[in-house]
């Protein structure tokens, strides 16, 4: 098989999982944003129809999003008090991280409604604002679940003075949580930026640079999962 042809077989398996697809979507979505904040004052109908597409898929994305809190409760049930954690401060974050999560969704779900008037929501801008904070949370709270398990697998490699005893996998592993700092570091800039006005850099960042950085976040996770893919073989 040919590296093209084989990287088509990969590919289609991933779009064929809900997570793989999601991302392809939402570098799609971004990309189509970047397109239309360069485009912004150079070509002003080019980017309010690229803008359009990034929006409808943007809309494709919420939706798919509807039935996210049932795994979602199946996880959290599962993860219980975060025994199964290394120390106490991952147990707390994965613990609290499960909470804000479980809320989330369903304040998601209220926004959705209001946004498609499928229901009459009083104060609809102060439930997106409720949604934006959760967001917020959510992100933060992933980014210090990651590093905090980045720096506590570094402090076992640290341990071992020869490089060559570990495992090729598990090295890979480890500095593919760069790559989630990284991305989730990404996300969370992403995440502030719709917050209110005066909150941060909330409503600071122009059409142009919010597509750069979500662009760059779907890469980066379409990425790990090649990654992760090719280490599990």
């Not at 909470?99 to 498609?116: G, N, R, S």
């Not at 090295?171 to 006005?197: C, M, Y």
């Amino acid at each position: 098989m040919s590296s093209t042809s084989k990287f088509v077989s990969e590919f289609c398996d991933i779009i064929d999982s809900y997570g793989g697809r999601d991302k392809v979507m939402k570098a799609l979505c971004y990309s189509a944003k970047l397109v239309a904040g360069y485009h912004a004052k150079r070509n002003p109908d080019l980017a309010k129809r690229y803008a359009t597409a990034s929006s409808k898929i943007s809309g494709a994305r919420a939706t798919l999003r509807l039935i996210d809190d049932i795994p979602m409760i199946q996880y959290a049930l599962e993860y219980g008090l975060g025994e199964n954690e290394p120390d106490r401060v991952m147990a707390v974050l994965g613990v609290t991280a499960n909470i804000v999560d479980l809320l989330y969704y369903p304040i998601e779900k209220v926004c959705w409604l209001a946004e498609h008037k499928i229901v009459d929501v009083k104060n609809a801008d102060r439930w997106d604002n409720v949604n934006s904070i959760f967001w917020v949370l959510s992100v933060y709270l992933n980014l210090m679940r990651t590093m905090r398990n980045f720096s506590l697998n570094q402090e076992k490699l640290s341990c071992n003075p020869k490089l060559s005893d570990i495992d090729a996998t598990t090295l890979a592993k480890h500095r593919l949580e760069l790559v989630s700092i990284a991305r989730i570091s990404l996300d969370f800039v992403h995440a502030v930026s719709t917050l209110p006005g005066g909150y941060l850099w909330g409503g600071k960042l122009s059409t142009f640079q919010v597509g750069a950085i979500g662009t760059l976040s779907a890469g980066l996770g379409i990425y790990q999962i090649f990654a992760k893919r090719r280490l599990n073989k």
